[in-house]
């Protein structure tokens, strides 16, 4: 869509502008999914979680797709990630060309010892919901060499990849996102969930106590 280039100030208002229609047109369809991903109607609101109507340009593509806006620590919106409600793949859509950022940046600058990266953006808002502040990556080629010096302040910085150990795979995509964060980012520790589970399948499974256990407990 726009690349690497830095957005002009139009781009950003229409950006920001679609991020507040897509909250606001949110719709039952979508409310019932985040509902059964653990997420309310008033954490929906919170982070701004849409359903993509009237699409601005390079949207049109995920018309009643579930819209995730990116914001800056500014709440300034830089982008979005797009969920489908149907069965259809692939199940996430961006626009085209749209340069990468971190999930919920906005948690690099809260006062606190510890955070965790995830993988993907609704874990991350289970994790913040849950009481710790955690960012999220989509994924090992989101991964950028500058991000780990956002992490250069807190004493501990948990890693959580989803377990995607399935008989019928060689490969663990979540195991080598970890390893590979882990790899660049100082004082950082590897949480490994359960085969098959994400961060919201763990919560969903044992609760808000286990999951901030995994991460030295409520604080």
Known sequence: MWGSRMLSYEQARLLQEAAHRYAEAISDEALAYLAGRGI???VAARYRIGTIT???EGHQNYQGWISIPYFTALD???GFKFR????MKPKYGAPIGQKSHLYNVVATM???????????????IIMNEAGVPAVGVPGVAAWKPFYPKLFSGFDVIYIIGDNDTREDKDTNPGAEFARRVASEVLNSQIVQL?????????????GKEALTNLVGGAK
Not at 84 to 87: A, G, I, P, S, V
Not at 110 to 124: L, S
Request: glycine residues 4%.
């Open 110 to 124: 809260e006062n606190t010892y510890r955070i965790v990266i995830c993988e993907g953006e609704f874990d991350t």
């Open 84 to 87: 489908r409600l149907d069965d």
């Open 76 to 78: 300034i919106c830089v």
């Open 194 to 206: 359960p085969p098959g589970m994400d961060i919201t399948d763990f919560y969903l499974a044992e």
């Open 40 to 42: 309310s109607e008033e």
């Open 54 to 56: 009237d699409p601005i």
